[in-house]
């Protein structure tokens, strides 16, 4: 296979989500006047969140209830006012951005590959988040397109998603595709849906499902050369 392409997630995979994320909740706690938010509650937020984009991920439910819905749980844990959860959480959008911190060294990689092959970005955060976190990071000026399920109106790994990047790329056959991530049910499942290859990557080393057929996997994003 020759990749012509590369489909980049975003978050966990070029950029660091989780410092992403605990600054700005940490922040935004400041400014809502909540206290401190401590470490452990911050990792409690992370994993009712990542409850939440689990069932987006299987349709369950919209991304408006992802958003929200997260804030509300999580303030109904701690005592705070659940209808606080809307204002926050527009707030937490913004604030996502103010963070940037890649993986590995990402962006040199992204700077390197431009020209060699095509890159996009493919990414179920929102429009507001992923757009200032691409700007601030630099990583969208090397970007040759960019893919955000808000826009398409289908989530990673819905074949929905895939079809209409397919349709943007006429000129590129999936199967020169390759799509790059952090998550086995977004990226990966997504890939094996819609028939792209699919590099895993794996930076903890995690135990690899056997009954996914994941065509590459990397522990650091600097061994993407080696694919190419
Ligand atoms: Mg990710």
Not at 149 to 157: C, T
Not at 178 to 203: E, F, H, K, R
């Amino acid at each position: 296979m020759a990749v012509k392409a590369i489909l980049w997630d975003v978050d966990g995979t070029l950029l660091d989500f989780a410092a992403a994320e605990k600054a700005a909740v940490q922040k935004l706690f400041i400014e809502f006047g909540l206290g401190e938010c401590t470490d452990g509650m911050v990792a409690r937020y992370s994993s009712i969140s990542g409850g939440y984009w689990k069932r987006l991920e299987r349709g369950e439910i919209t991304k408006a209830e992802v958003l929200v819905g997260r804030y509300r749980d999580f303030f109904s844990e701690l005592g705070i006012d659940p209808a606080l959860a809307e204002p926050f959480n527009a707030r937490y959008q913004v604030a996502l951005g103010d963070t940037v911190a890649y993986r590995d060294d990402s962006l040199e990689i992204v700077k390197a590959l431009h020209g060699r092959v095509k890159q996009y970005v493919v990414s179920n955060g929102t429009v507001i988040a992923q757009t200032k976190k691409l700007e601030r990071s630099h990583l969208g000026e090397w970007m040759d397109g960019i893919f955000l399920s808000e826009q398409l109106g289908a989530e990673k790994p819905s074949p929905r998603f895939f079809e209409q990047v397919f349709a943007a790329l006429p000129d590129i056959p999936k199967e020169d595709m390759l799509i790059v991530g952090d998550s086995l049910t977004s990226d990966m499942q997504g890939g094996l849906n819609a028939g792209v290859p699919t590099c895993w990557y794996n930076p903890q080393s995690l135990p690899r499902p056997a009954d996914m057929a994941i065509a590459f996997e990397i522990q650091n994003l600097q061994q993407i050369y080696e694919l190419l």
